[in-house]
């Protein structure tokens, strides 16, 4: 039997970092993992070299969208880390442009690294975008909710 696929035609993810919703973002980049391998060879073995899983590395989080008014959350989340900041949870939910959620990821221990403003260019009429970058120390996909 076919299951009907709910496909990601339009998307758009909402973020929320230590309990702060940020708001829509129209792209996320680079939510993923790979496994550290380390080689070893062995004495008499010429025909391969061993390859060992070590650990987990997450790759940096790049969420981007144009200008608008939640960009005053993020200017604040980045101004509040003048005096230091605590690692935490955070979440990104995939959601269709009807609002169903497609998709949900709990992010661990988030640390925001990097904010990009817009380039200002008057022989270019575009969209301004804002670019917020974030490290974390692991996701999880959580089930989506109905």
């Known amino acids: 039997m076919l299951e009907d696929v709910d496909?990601?035609?339009s998307v758009r993810?909402?973020?929320?970092?230590?309990?702060t919703e940020l708001g829509a973002f129209s792209t996320c980049e680079?939510?993923?993992?790979?496994?550290?391998v380390e080689t070893r060879e062995e004495g008499g073995r010429n025909d391969y070299v061993w390859q060992l899983p070590t650990r987990l590395k997450f790759t940096?989080?790049?969420l981007s969208r144009p200008l608008g008014r939640d960009t005053e959350k993020v200017a604040h989340l980045f101004g509040g880390m003048v005096?230091?900041?605590?690692?935490?949870?955070?979440?990104i939910v995939a959601m269709r442009a009807d609002g169903k959620e497609i998709a949900r990821w709990s992010l661990r221990e988030v640390l925001p690294i990097r904010w990009t403003g817009p380039s200002f260019n008057p022989d270019q009429a575009k969209v301004l975008i804002e670019t917020?970058?974030?490290?974390?120390?692991?996701?999880?996909?959580?089930?989506?909710?109905?």
Request: with cysteine; hydrophobic share 35%; net charge negative.
């Open 83 to 91: 005096n230091g900041y605590q690692r935490s949870g955070g979440t």
């Open 132 to 146: 917020v970058e974030i490290a974390h120390h692991g996701f999880s996909a959580e089930p989506v909710k109905a």
């Open 30 to 36: 680079g939510l993923g993992c790979e496994v550290v």
């Open 7 to 9: 496909t990601a035609v």
């Open 13 to 19: 993810y909402l973020v929320t970092l230590d309990g």
């Open 60 to 62: 940096n989080i790049k």
